[in-house]
């Protein structure tokens, strides 16, 4: 798709990005002369202008503009960020403590200000946090969905941190987006996930059953306070959980 023109503003350069319900593409806004980030749903579809715009909060990922293409259908226009994933950042080993704590803060404050907004993610993974210059963003924001198709299931996110209550059929809340978080902090940690399995339905069955391995068994080098933090966000009951990401993150102690 490069060097096709969305909106009669943006060329597209390079597909840079893809999910499960788009792709991005790098892009080149004629108007402002700068490069962007511009996302096109996977099946083309005419999509409305977000119907309710929180206040941006400087964790998320910053929306530019929104239309829809006469070709393409719906589109958006983000900040283009450059740095890694954490996803990406992991596969070359775990954070450091310094680094993992930057990341606890700063992701804490981007969900919980998106509950404060009246949002839930539900789907938390590796991929929607970007470290750019020390600063980690939060890459997919539920307000900003182009809708689900009718065959879309309602079960779905990253097997590696779909909460047992999603699992189970409920739809998720603010808690569970804390449970997403606990996977993400001991992966970042130990870098493997609280359940593992050689496929998404084995890795499900071993999370309604099983409770982790503690992540002081696997992240010694962590703060014991640290790793009894983590394994409280991935209590099996969403009540057993911290009641609210700022709440976590005042929990949170600093050697």
């Given at each position: 798709?490069?060097?096709?023109?969305?909106?009669?503003?943006?060329?597209?350069?390079?597909?840079?990005?893809?999910?499960?319900?788009?792709?991005?593409?790098?892009?080149?806004?004629?108007?402002?002369?700068?490069?962007?980030?511009?996302?096109?749903?996977?099946?083309?579809?005419?999509?409305?202008?977000?119907?309710?715009?929180?206040?941006?909060?400087?964790?998320?990922?910053?929306?530019?503009?929104?239309?829809?293409?006469?070709?393409?259908?719906?589109?958006?226009?983000?900040?283009?960020?450059?740095?890694?994933?954490?996803?990406?950042?992991?596969?070359?080993?775990?954070?450091g403590c310094?680094?993992?704590?930057?990341?606890?803060?700063?992701?804490?404050?981007?969900?919980?200000?998106?509950?404060?907004?009246?949002?839930?993610h539900g789907?938390?993974?590796?991929?929607?946090?970007?470290?750019?210059?020390?600063?980690?963003?939060?890459?997919?924001?539920?307000?900003?969905?182009?809708?689900?198709?009718?065959?879309?299931?309602?079960?779905?996110?990253?097997?590696?941190?779909?909460?047992?209550?999603?699992?189970?059929?409920?739809?998720?809340?603010?808690?569970?987006?804390?449970?997403?978080?606990?996977?993400?902090?001991?992966?970042?940690?130990?870098?493997?996930?609280?359940?593992?399995?050689?496929?998404?339905?084995?890795?499900?069955?071993?999370?309604?059953?099983?409770?982790?391995?503690?992540?002081?068994?696997?992240?010694?080098?962590?703060?014991?306070?640290?790793?009894?933090?983590?394994?409280?966000?991935?209590?099996?009951?969403?009540?057993?959980?911290?009641?609210?990401?700022f709440e976590?993150?005042?929990?949170?102690?600093?050697?």
């Amino acid at each position: 798709m490069k060097d096709i023109l969305i909106g009669n503003r943006y060329i597209l350069i390079e597909q840079v990005g893809s999910g499960g319900e788009a792709r991005v593409f790098r892009a080149h806004d004629t108007s402002t002369q700068n490069d962007v980030a511009l996302r096109l749903p996977q099946q083309a579809s005419v999509s409305a202008p977000p119907q309710t715009m929180p206040v941006f909060h400087p964790g998320w990922v910053q929306l530019f503009d929104w239309g829809s293409d006469a070709q393409h259908g719906a589109y958006q226009v983000f900040e283009l960020l450059n740095g890694q994933t954490l996803g990406q950042i992991v596969q070359a080993g775990p954070l450091g403590c310094e680094t993992w704590l930057d990341l606890v803060h700063q992701s804490l404050d981007a969900v919980g200000a998106l509950h404060e907004a009246g949002f839930i993610h539900g789907d938390l993974n590796a991929d929607n946090f970007l470290c750019t210059a020390g600063r980690w963003k939060l890459l997919e924001l539920p307000f900003l969905q182009f809708g689900l198709s009718e065959a879309h299931s309602s079960l779905f996110g990253s097997i590696y941190t779909l909460t047992p209550e999603q699992l189970d059929g409920t739809p998720p809340g603010t808690r569970s987006d804390l449970y997403s978080l606990g996977c993400l902090y001991y992966y970042a940690a130990a870098g493997q996930y609280p359940h593992a399995g050689a496929s998404n339905q084995e890795i499900a069955i071993n999370r309604l059953r099983f409770p982790p391995i503690p992540l002081d068994e696997i992240a010694p080098r962590f703060p014991a306070a640290w790793n009894a933090w983590v394994m409280t966000l991935l209590q099996r009951e969403p009540k057993n959980r911290f009641p609210s990401a700022f709440e976590a993150r005042h929990l949170l102690k600093t050697p």
